[in-house]
């Protein structure tokens, strides 16, 4: 009876033994296959990185031939596209917000400073020394920028680094209270952020412009200073997870001084930026990538409009979307009793597979959102409406505010047009003087709507 009830335990243990180890081949299988499966991402989100900084470059490069103001144009209008491509592809990478301060402003800045230039090419106007000089600058930054990424990507192809390795590191980061994360795998762009050479002093009428650095966030005004377990709780209560599940990963020392914080929700690591002062969140970056896009574009906009509910973001404006990599990336302007306040701007991207949130950026609005005294209206959308060219049919009217250059703002009306072969405008006519402010070109196709 006990040698059959000892042979009965070790078949028992046998069994149990061998479910153990098919359970943890599985188990490594999956592990191996996540892992891969989020290097490939990775990679592909990195290469387009590297691709776009490229082409950005050599758009800048062509700048500098450029002979009319046509010309220039066409190509400012390819470094905005481009820059536009490399700041989306920076925002999918697993690098923490705080690596990549430098990079991030650089891309931004030149895209910004071609987009200025593109709008002063349409008026007919050639470069100045002092831009070409500038574009000469940041013509130099772009190259050294593409060789550096081009030679990270080369390391990659040779195994000499690891993206995927990196992803793993956040993936699997220490759970214990308050530890900050291992950045040891983020020597690459470690590297290239210390390195970044000085970038010429740019003046002209955007948000990247050094004119407007160092401006202080009208929202924040007044509020107190937290410390960083303030800020990690303030970030949990936003996403509205525990706040152990929140890890701090540094901290910002731009215009608005921040803590970087991560954590991971249904395994999309989530990086946020907290201001200092008030403890505000303004920028989400998910890193999940999306495969498929379940979800219209009407059902994303609704999301992104509850979302911003669900925050305390009432009386927002929805303005325009773009759809890339399938995720829908809205807009949204405060309203102010029936005027668009477009410099109080917030950006939501939610995702087209399952609606969830993957991006999330108000720092126009902390910037600029205040209680206004919007003057009267001394010239009538009915009387502005002379400054629409006649042979172009005016589809949509709208009383704004825009920003203009320095930390000032215009009240003007918004006349949203159309011409005989469907292209449409958005032309401004200042709401004191009664002259035309500004004048975009809306670009529309199957994936939303870009103005230049």
């Known amino acids: 009876m006990k040698k059959k009830t000892a042979a009965t335990i070790i078949t028992l243990l046998t069994i149990v033994a061998a479910v153990s180890a098919a359970f943890g081949v599985t188990s490594k299988q999956k592990s191996d296959l996540n892992e891969r499966y989020i290097s490939a991402n990775y990679r592909h989100a990195f290469a387009e990185l590297v691709s776009s900084v490229t082409d950005m470059d050599s758009a800048l490069q062509k700048s500098l031939l450029v002979t009319s103001p046509s010309m220039a144009g066409a190509v400012c209008t390819e470094v905005y596209g481009k820059a536009e491509t490399a700041k989306m592809a920076l925002g999918v990478l697993p690098f923490y917000a705080n690596q990549l301060e430098k990079t991030a402003s650089f891309i931004g800045k030149v895209g910004d400073y071609a987009f200025a230039l593109s709008r002063k090419s349409a008026s007919g106007e050639s470069f100045s020394q002092e831009e070409k000089d500038n574009l000469r600058a940041l013509s130099d930054t772009a190259s050294l920028l593409a060789q550096n990424f081009n030679s990270m990507q080369n390391e990659m192809g040779s195994g000499l680094l690891s993206i995927g390795q990196y992803a793993k590191t956040i993936e699997n980061f220490d759970k214990s209270e308050g530890e900050v994360l291992p950045q040891t795998l983020g020597d690459g762009m470690d590297t290239v952020e210390q390195e970044f050479p000085e970038i010429p002093t740019l003046i002209y009428d955007g948000p990247f412009s050094e004119h407007l650095e ?171 409406k002379s400054k629409v060219p006649s042979d172009i049919n005016i589809i949509g009217v709208e009383t704004t505010i825009i920003p203009s250059a320095g930390e000032n703002e215009i009240l003007c009306h918004e006349f949203e047009c159309e011409d005989a072969n469907g292209q449409r405008y958005l032309i401004y006519v200042n709401a004191a003087t009664g002259e035309q402010e500004k004048i975009f070109i809306l670009l529309q196709d199957e994936n939303g709507t870009l103005t230049i």
């Open 214 to 384: 160092g401006v202080k966030p009208v929202m924040l005004e007044g509020l107190a200073e937290l410390d960083v377990s303030g800020g990690r709780q303030a970030a949990a209560k936003f996403l509205g997870v525990r706040t152990e599940q929140v890890y701090p990963t540094g901290e910002l020392s731009a215009d608005i001084p921040s803590f970087c914080y991560e954590t991971k929700i249904n395994g999309n690591v989530i990086s946020l930026l907290v201001s200092k002062q008030g403890g505000i969140v303004y920028e989400i970056i998910g890193s999940r990538a999306v495969e498929q896009a379940n979800l219209s574009a009407k059902e994303a906009l609704d999301a992104a409009k509850k979302f911003l509910e669900r925050k305390g973001y009432t009386n927002m404006h929805e303005s325009y979307y773009m759809i890339n990599n399938n995720v829908l990336t809205a807009n949204f302007a405060y309203n102010d009793n029936g005027v668009v306040c477009y410099p109080d701007l917030i950006k939501v991207g939610i995702a087209l597979d399952n609606g969830s949130l993957q991006s999330f950026e108000a720092i126009g609005y902390i910037k600029s959102h205040k209680q206004r005294e919007i003057p009267p209206v001394a010239v009538s959308a009915e009387a502005a």
